[in-house]
């Protein structure tokens, strides 16, 4: 079974499969992989750490 290595590649491979479910007839499932693609999208930014603000110390 091949598992994707980041999380890059499982965007690209849900990307791919919403574009093969649209364009095949499938609107349900395209649909469900928006949904996933946002769900993904949402948890990437939730684990990532937002950058430390700008200091304004600065001259």
Do not use: C, K, W
């Not at 574009?19 to 996933?36: F, I, S």
């Amino acid at each position: 079974m091949y598992l994707p290595e980041n999380d890059d590649q499982l965007f690209d491979i849900l990307s791919q499969l919403r574009v093969y479910a649209a364009a095949n007839g499938m609107p349900a499932l395209a649909e469900r992989l928006d949904d996933a693609l946002v769900v993904l999208t949402a948890e990437r930014r939730r684990l990532v750490p937002a950058p430390a603000p700008a200091s304004r110390d600065r001259p």
